[in-house]
């Protein structure tokens, strides 16, 4: 079983209002090397797979047309820039993985390659890239981008992936690096390429600016739901990230993507994003899940569901019937209110109040594990069976506690149940070796 | 006085072929995270005030219109993102600054904002930058860049820092996070601003993404020697590099551009960048000179120059007049003529030889800092006081020794002197105030 820890560098990643906890410490630490360092050790003692730092790239504004709620609530903000964590987490450590989300609309492909060169050279071969198309609507105002429609820009990812994997993996043929003193020979020359690449988006043609790292191209992540997202992930990503809702669904979708990915003549690893509150016993689970109900913001969590969604629902009143929502946000919202039960015409305020008041987290089981450690293995146990995932993509509720209730109440259950490893095999000195095991160093391109 | 010492995350860097030196781990360890912690433990135990890491985008291909030359040479090639470096290095050091080359050309304001800005939260307040606008030449084909004129690529620059000065002092007033548990209240919102800037260059209108850091603007390092540049300097830098090439010329240069900075009601730091071989006696010093020249690479300057200057010695015969270079080019090549005496007709030849054969370092004073510690040390204080400079940009031959060199040999003589510290003082934790004192931690702008 493959096991990800996802979190972010911001106060309160992914449980809205959680910085509050007072024995939590990420309100501060969210920005210091001491915390980060601290969170990759604990990691690493436990034998997780990798660190997964999520991103954003702006500052959601949509609830109330105002930046206001996400500062007030440190909703997704503020942030610092995850990928100058790295190397100071992986000088701590010597197995770990990291990956970091890295949007293919808002940089370049040269200086992404060299960025994640950078940091597999300084890591050894223990990083991983997230790729993201990112949301627009966010960023407006960064100057970072030109609105580009949804298929667009997955034409510009497309393009910026192959680009860059050119880059890695075409640019310097093995056995380019020679460095030989006394003829003062550092390159043999003839072994690296321009790579060459024209078209509306990007325009290159040099050699890479960095020598081979250990993996070459990054393990790639990706999570996109969208059919096109989905066409991506199985032509071009190693792991994909799925959020699934029910075992029979979850089913149907895992071996969708793996056999979609089979028809590029590529393998994928299949990891489910959940939650997680696990405690002692009964009891302190039960302790833990009040706390989690105490400190959520119920504002925070309407900040970046309409953040999410693009609908403000501070501009309508309570109740307004969602058909008046503006037809391109209904989307978002009828997607939404299929979770809800539609026995009569549902208003803003339904919507309102199903946004804003988090479910106890055992009401709440697709996305949240919740329980003793015992009870959590378990129901991780039914979704691996059931589903046919290859592991878990794990984001704990309160950021430091969390971490440390993970590695020290449920890890050694899922060891001691034989679906976790007790110390890292000295043959998989790599991240993608962990997925694919020992040997298997560089990226396995579609083969269509 | 003041002491940085500048490197390049690159195997050679400014000394074309030192990477062969058999004793130097600089070819292997200039892509490894143990080689940059060591480097900053070594200069920390010293007291430097900060290790200057600067860049290259792109691959010098003007010499024989080829990227072999710098390849096999390893001229600025292969290297790494030096950023990421620094979170790693501070992470083992308490009190040493970095700076960082960073271009205003290839990057975008509200990204820098936040990199610098996450930079100096990790590193506590101890981060600087090098602001540079770039050479187009060397970054044709990366894709990062129309090409763009000398005066646009300042005139991109001027609104690029002022945007992100303003990033960085204006969005987050004083007092703005407050972190208040009970309210749910991390941010007063009231006291965040969106920062509005629209031009040909950027278009932004958003708040910082990021809280405020220590020192909030990182310390502004500047090198530029044209008059464009130097008043550039003058209005947003703190730390003006210059390199000096005579007592009477330095003297007038230093004061032209203080002069220039007390215009804007500023106050600069001025570093003279200089090589440094020390050794133990007059022999050990001479023989540190003998492998200098042994393992120089004769073609790795020519490459380096080419690139610099735009003139492909490659492309002329021994006994071209250096009439015949293109106009465009001939500008650079009169520059560096300068220094030679012209006795003459000089021809590409000339030229060749003088760029390729590097010059024994006694008589190459002014590039330079060459003897044995108490030699170096009367050198350096002549030039502190015939010049007025406040200190030294050092960049000594051979990477790792001469890191080593640098802190056991030469600074223990400016200590005994006097001229530098031996502990660093408890009341200047930021960069900022090491240089220009406690209290001291915030940018000042112009006043005009």
Redesign the interface.
């Known amino acids: 079983m493959l096991l990800n820890v996802l979190t972010q560098c911001i106060?309160s990643p992914f449980f809205e209002?959680l910085?509050?906890?007072?024995e939590d410490p990420s309100?501060?630490g969210y920005?210091?090397?001491a915390y980060w360092?601290e969170t990759a050790r604990m990691l690493e003692d436990s034998c997780v797979d990798a660190l997964f730092l999520a991103d954003i790239?702006?500052?959601f504004n949509v609830y109330r047309d105002?930046?206001?709620?996400a500062?007030?609530?440190?909703v997704q903000?503020?942030?610092?820039?995850p990928?100058?964590?790295?190397?100071?987490a992986?000088?701590?450590t010597r197995h770990l993985g990291f990956a970091v989300t890295y949007s293919t609309t808002?940089h370049?492909?040269?200086?992404a390659a060299?960025?994640f060169?950078?940091?597999d050279?300084?890591t050894n071969g223990r990083i991983g890239w997230n790729i993201v198309t990112s949301d627009m609507r966010v960023a407006?105002?960064?100057?970072?981008t030109k609105p580009l429609a949804h298929d667009d820009r997955y034409e510009r990812a497309d393009e910026f992936v192959d680009l860059a994997v050119r880059l890695w993996e075409d640019s310097w043929e093995d056995g380019a690096?020679v460095?030989d003193?006394?003829t003062?020979?550092?390159?043999?020359?003839?072994k690296?390429h321009?790579i060459r690449h024209s078209s509306r988006f990007?325009?290159?043609?040099?050699?890479h600016?960095?020598?081979p790292?250990p993996q070459r191209t990054p393990v790639l992540y990706q999570a996109g739901a969208s059919p096109r997202g989905r066409t991506f992930a199985a032509r071009r990503a190693e792991v994909c990230f799925v959020t699934l809702s029910s075992f029979a669904s979850g089913r149907e979708e895992v071996s969708r993507v793996r056999e979609e990915a089979a028809s590029f003549g590529r393998e994928l690893r299949v990891l489910h994003g959940t939650g997680l509150i696990v405690g002692r016993d009964t009891a302190d689970a039960q302790s833990k899940a009040d706390e989690y109900l105490r400190w959520a913001?119920h504002?925070?969590l309407t900040t970046k569901w309409c953040g999410w969604s693009g609908v403000d629902l501070g501009a309508y009143a309570d109740d307004t019937p969602i058909e008046s929502i503006p037809p391109e946000n209904l989307y978002s919202v009828r997607k939404f209110l299929g979770e809800l039960p539609a026995q009569r015409q549902l208003t803003v305020g339904d919507l309102r109040e199903y946004v804003a008041v988090p479910r106890r987290p055992n009401r709440f089981g697709k996305l949240m594990l919740f329980g003793t450690a015992v009870q959590v293995a378990d129901r991780m146990e039914e979704w691996l069976a059931r589903t046919g995932i290859d592991g878990f993509n794990i984001s704990p509720a309160f950021a430091a506690r969390g971490v440390r209730d993970l590695c020290e109440l449920l890890i050694p259950e899922l060891q001691r149940r034989g679906l976790m490893r007790s110390s890292y095999p000295d043959d998989e000195p790599t991240l993608r070796e962990r997925y694919f095991g020992p040997g298997n160093r560089r990226y396995a391109r579609s083969k269509v």
Do not use: N
């Open positions: 106060p209002g910085w509050r906890h007072p309100a501060e920005r210091s090397l360092a790239h702006g500052t105002s930046y206001a709620p500062l007030r609530h440190a903000a503020p942030t610092i820039d990928a100058f964590v790295i190397p100071a992986a000088a701590v808002f370049e492909p040269y200086s060299r960025m060169s950078t940091l050279h300084l407006r105002g960064t100057g970072l690096v460095r003193r006394e003062d020979l550092f390159v043999d020359a003839g690296v321009a990007f325009d290159v043609d040099v050699p600016q960095t020598e790292s913001s504002e925070g």
